[in-house]
């Protein structure tokens, strides 16, 4: 059975960075996509960023430049490092694997997905 377990989310002030890590086991996602989402408070799901075959990426705009999506197949781990984040980045970030590659941006294309880790940037 596949298991995807987010780590990494706390409080940090704005203008601050932090990495986010996605562990993923059962299942070698080396040409599946793996994206990043995120929710904020009264907020729907919004796709963040995603990694497939050959570490292609995709990044929303409200993210662009500021976030990097990377991963280390060897250890099936996916990272998000955020940067420059403000308050409008808060959210609960959830880590999400798809059975397929390609550049895939909604949820529904994703059929894994982790529990969430929270991030809070303070003003």
């Known amino acids: 059975q596949v298991h995807v377990v987010e780590s990494g989310g706390r409080l940090v002030q704005a203008g601050g960075s932090l990495r986010l890590m996605c562990i993923h086991s059962g299942h070698t996602f080396s040409s599946s996509a793996v994206a990043w989402f995120r929710q904020g408070p009264g907020k729907e799901r919004e796709f963040v960023a995603s990694i497939w075959a050959n570490d292609r990426t995709h990044y929303s705009e409200a993210v662009k430049g500021r976030f990097t999506i990377s991963r280390n197949i060897a250890k099936n781990t996916v990272y998000l490092q955020l940067s420059s984040l403000s308050p409008d980045d808060t959210a609960a970030y959830y880590c999400?694997?798809?059975?397929?590659?390609?550049?895939?941006?909604?949820?529904?294309?994703?059929?894994?997905w982790g529990q969430g880790t929270q991030v809070t940037v303070s003003s």
């Open positions: 999400a694997a798809a059975a397929r590659g390609g550049l895939l941006v909604l949820p529904s294309e994703y059929n894994v």
